[in-house]
């Protein structure tokens, strides 16, 4: 997966960037729909679900750790071939933007800027995501209040919106005075992030654009605010560099196991646990996307699956229900089947009527059932409303 996406030089296309940015979101959508399918027959794996935030946090952390220490680039934009160098802008009017972008040291990121960019990459997106699940549920709360017609909405201890007579035991059963200071706190908290995270959010999406504006017309360097205020530029890796980083990951897995102290079967131990470790980060990048992929792949082909076995088969059709019994005093059924039991004559504007199903003249059971409210024949209730005209003849 290490390839270019077009352009020249050592400058990123806009593609590139964005496909690296997006890279993230994308996969953690893909593995919370992965683990989401598996707890249906797996329930323990639910919990997981109820941590998203903190397990795919905490998944990325080691990810981007290791890819800024073996590579210099970020999880997302290693797979793509690019890595992060110190910006070396000069500051001379004669010089062009497009040159002055391309400046840049050849000495890797130093132990704080690699540590910022965990920041940038991990920490800041994760509680991103959690003003973003206080506001949803904040705003929940309000449209539930609103609703309900209620001026201030109460909540009980799993969050769900009381009446104001629950609300009202319960507040007269709160004995202890720390647990309903807490409680007002956390609304405070709730209502100050449902108010400045909507200002927060636009300034911070009107400045990513803006950047990524100015890299689309080549008026920057810098793909976003976070890399200017890191001072990195992100830059094509050569072919050396890319060979470089091998041997940079070797040398530093050697110190690694040589550092190693005890006595020997605690080495033995820990080279072992080293080696399995080394392996995993090695296939993360690409076995983790390639796991998703075949994922979704086998999910399709079994969901097809399923849903042929689960068509509905086409049965014959069953046979109509007995006709009704006659009553002992209602009127008698003619012998010819076409003609009306109430006037004996050849019915004419055929009606059905419902209860019992049986044919009449219209004007006939028009006047039966507005006199005795039953059927003539099986003596069942009935009103004019189930009187239906049968359009036989046309």
């Known amino acids: ?3 270019q996406v077009g352009g020249q030089g050592t400058r990123p296309t806009f593609f590139e960037m964005a496909a690296a940015q997006q890279l993230p979101a994308s996969l953690r959508a893909a593995l919370t729909y992965s683990l989401g399918v598996f707890a249906i027959r797996r329930p323990f794996l639910h919990k997981i679900l109820d941590y998203d935030d903190e397990f795919f946090a905490l998944l990325m952390m080691v990810l981007e750790s290791h890819s800024l220490r073996t590579t210099d680039a970020s999880f997302a934009e290693s797979l793509y071939g690019l890595r992060r160098r110190v910006a070396n802008i000069s500051t001379k009017k004669s010089t062009s ?3 002055s972008s391309e400046k840049t040291h050849e000495l890797g990121l130093r132990k704080n800027q690699k540590i910022l960019s965990v920041v940038f990459l991990v920490v800041l997106p994760y509680f991103k995501s959690k003003l973003q699940s206080i506001y949803n549920r904040e705003m929940e709360v309000r449209l539930q209040a609103s609703l309900w017609g209620n001026d201030e909405p109460r909540l009980d201890e799993a969050g769900f919106l009381l009446d104001q007579g629950e609300a009202s035991a319960q507040s007269v059963g709160r004995s202890s005075a720390n ?6 706190f956390r609304k405070k908290i709730s209502a100050l992030v449902a108010f ?13 654009f803006a950047y990524q504006l100015l890299y689309l017309l080549d008026a920057t360097g810098f793909y976003s605010p976070g890399l200017q205020a890191l001072g990195i530029q992100v830059c094509r890796a050569t072919g050396q560099e890319l060979m470089d980083s091998s041997s940079k990951i070797s040398r530093i897995r050697s110190r690694e196991l040589e550092r190693l102290r005890g006595p020997t079967w605690l080495k033995a131990v820990q080279r072992v646990l080293l080696k399995c470790m080394y392996t995993s980060l090695d ?12 994922f979704k792949m086998m999910e399709w082909w079994y969901q097809s699956a399923e849903q042929k ?11 109509p229900p007995p006709p009704p019994k006659v009553a002992k005093n209602g009127v008698p059924l003619p012998q010819d089947q076409s003609l009306c039991s109430l006037c004996c004559q050849k019915r004419v504007n055929p009606s059905v009527l419902t209860v019992s199903g049986f044919v009449f003249c219209y004007s006939c059971i028009f006047k039966s059932v507005s006199q005795h409210k039953k059927c003539p024949v099986t003596l069942i209730p009935a009103s004019l409303d189930h009187i239906r005209r049968l359009f036989h003849d046309l």
């Open 309 to 319: 076995m689960s068509a509905p088969t086409v049965y014959p059709t069953p046979p």
């Open 196 to 208: 400045c995270y909507p200002w927060i959010h636009a300034t911070n999406e009107g400045l990513s």
């Open 283 to 294: 296939y993360a990048q690409t076995g983790l996307i390639a796991a998703v992929f075949f």
């Open 1 to 3: 997966m290490l390839f």
């Open 97 to 99: 933007i497009a040159e």
């Open 179 to 184: 647990s309903s200071s807490m409680t007002r």
